[in-house]
């Protein structure tokens, strides 16, 4: 009977191990957030910034000069960093060590981007971080241990190198308020690849909401940033030469050409929506530099490096043009849970919360007469019109249907998985030859919708990252865990108490 015993008890402990095993419950396969547990020390002249790194508020930044050290320790192994930055441009060295402070890897690196997610070396316990050459700013920082990072953390892949189609958007918030059907009927429902610039950068504040709210309405990559300023339509006239047509013309070509999009969707070029003078601007300057990126004489330095490039078409806001299109906003999609439209657009506004005393807010006017409101003098302008655009430019004739991607080849998707049967191309569709100038073709016999390849990218959050639910969101996820040690223990202590009973009766029988 002893041997028996102990071959149970044997497998009440393999039961145990693997319920605690990594990779067996959801909760193991997420990484553990570690930045409460960890120690931040700052050397030199950034001393006493620590708690800037974790107080949830990207208005407040950390800065370090060169000379300056910032050290993380975790209680556990670390996993993955992820650091939203103040300044683009930035380059910085980061350490990696063992628990013992020896290098693990040491890495330098530069980015322009905003929101960075670090992936850490085995058995890293400690990180020191310092800039090169000039300051860096660290508005938040975030520690996780092993795993994947909780999709509840927004931490966007890098800016992508090739997209179906690109929102243009004037300022943060724009592209739920104004273009807010459009990513997720395209992006989210359909899988096609995309991507939103932005023409200002008003604040770090809210360059770091936007992030949020690209990750609220299932935008997985980094956007874009041009950088040019906010200026109010109150300010003097000599304001407005910081933000010229010309400008934000030449930045937009070499966006084009860099990520090479099919469809450019952008704001109202006649009326701003509201009157807003920098959305009329953007709108132009996004169409006109549909013609000139695919000109090779048109700023030659960007054309032999990254080549010209012809976008297939453009669609503006409230624009008349050759056709309209009405976006359906109202039908629930699968991609978000039976959310329509609008309602992941609405909910992704409510990352900006800087902008919750405006009255703009996304809507569909059709459904709800409510949207519309009289404002700033103009009768027609609206709260948030996310339904109605109208295509003002086509390489591939005007539209019959109701679709942004109607005419537009399969193959020339960015996921597009050609045949093992066909050739490959000599040059990437719709690169413009050398010297040839851009124009409109036929209009084709219309093709099948669009099938990319299928992308396996989770539905995005219902509500933004709030560090305080944390730890119920632990306890929370570990439950089933929990639960099984609850009950292998019980039964070990009811078997063990059984078997012992069973071998005092035999022992008493002898």
């Known amino acids: 009977m002893g041997k028996r015993a102990g071959w149970i008890r044997a497998g009440l402990l393999l039961v145990c191990f693997l319920l605690l095993r990594p990779g067996v419950t959801r909760a193991e396969e997420t990484a553990e957030d570690l930045t409460g547990r960890c120690v931040f020390t700052f050397t030199g002249s950034a001393k006493k910034q620590e708690g800037l790194l ?4 990207t208005a407040n930044s950390s800065r370090l000069e060169e000379q300056d050290r910032l050290t993380i320790r975790a209680p556990s192994d670390m996993g993955s960093l992820v650091l939203r930055l103040s300044k683009t441009e930035s380059a910085f060295v980061l350490v990696e060590q063992d628990a013992w402070g020896l290098p693990l890897r040491v890495r330098t690196l530069r980015t322009d981007a905003l929101a960075l997610t670090l992936a850490l070396k085995p058995g890293c316990r400690a990180i020191q971080l310092f800039p090169l050459a000039d300051h860096l700013r660290i508005a938040e920082a975030a520690v996780f241990g092993p795993g994947a990072v909780p999709d509840h953390v927004p931490h966007p892949a890098p ?29 989210g429902e359909r899988g096609l690849a995309g991507a939103v ?29 041009l950088g040019f300023p906010d200026i109010d339509q109150s300010s003097p006239r000599r304001l407005r030469e910081r933000c010229k047509q010309e400008d934000v013309t030449l930045a937009l070509v070499r966006l084009y050409r860099q990520i090479r999009p099919l469809v450019v969707v952008t704001q109202d070029p006649e009326n701003g929506e509201y009157g807003h003078w920098q959305h009329k601007l953007s ?32 669609y503006q806001h409230f624009a008349q043009g050759m056709s ?15 959310r329509t439209a609008l309602e992941v657009a609405k909910a992704a506004f409510q990352a900006h919360r800087t902008q919750f005393r405006t009255p703009f807010r996304p809507g569909n006017p059709q459904a709800n007469r409510g949207d519309i409101v009289h404002f700033g003098g103009n009768p027609q302008a609206n709260r948030g019109d996310i339904v109605h655009f109208g295509l003002t430019y086509s390489a591939v004739g005007p539209d019959t249907g109701n679709d942004l991607f109607e ?15 066909e050739g490959t191309e000599e040059t990437p569709p719709g690169s413009a030859p050398e010297g040839a100038e851009p124009r409109a073709t036929p209009s084709p016999e219309p093709t099948a919708k669009p099938s990319p390849a299928p992308t396996n990218t989770p539905a995005p959050p219902s509500g933004p990252w709030d560090r305080a639910e944390e730890g119920a969101r632990w306890a929370s996820d570990r439950a089933p865990v929990i639960a099984g040690i609850v009950v ?6 009811v078997v063990g108490r059984q078997l012992k009973r069973a071998h005092h009766g035999k022992k008493k029988e002898g």
């Open 407 to 421: 005419h537009i080849p399969e193959d020339m998707l960015a996921g597009y998985v050609p045949d093992v049967s």
């Open 488 to 493: 292998s223990v019980l039964a070990a202590a």
């Open 197 to 225: 610039v932005y023409m200002t950068l008003p604040s770090w504040e809210r360059a770091h909401e936007s992030i949020n709210g690209l990750w609220l309405g299932g935008v997985g990559t980094h956007p874009f940033f």
């Open 159 to 187: 800016a992508p190198d090739k997209v179906d189609f690109l929102l243009v958007s004037t300022h943060p918030d724009d592209e739920w308020v104004f273009l807010g059907g459009v990513y997720p009927l395209y992006g």
């Open 54 to 57: 974790t107080d949830g508020r």
């Open 324 to 338: 309209q299109v009405e976006l359906d906003v109202d039908t629930p999609l699968s991609h978000y849970g039976g």
């Open 283 to 314: 709108a132009q300057a996004a169409f006109d530099a549909v013609a000139l990126a695919a000109d090779p004489a048109f700023d030659p330095d960007s054309a032999a490096r990254q080549g010209t490039w012809t976008v297939q078409k453009v």
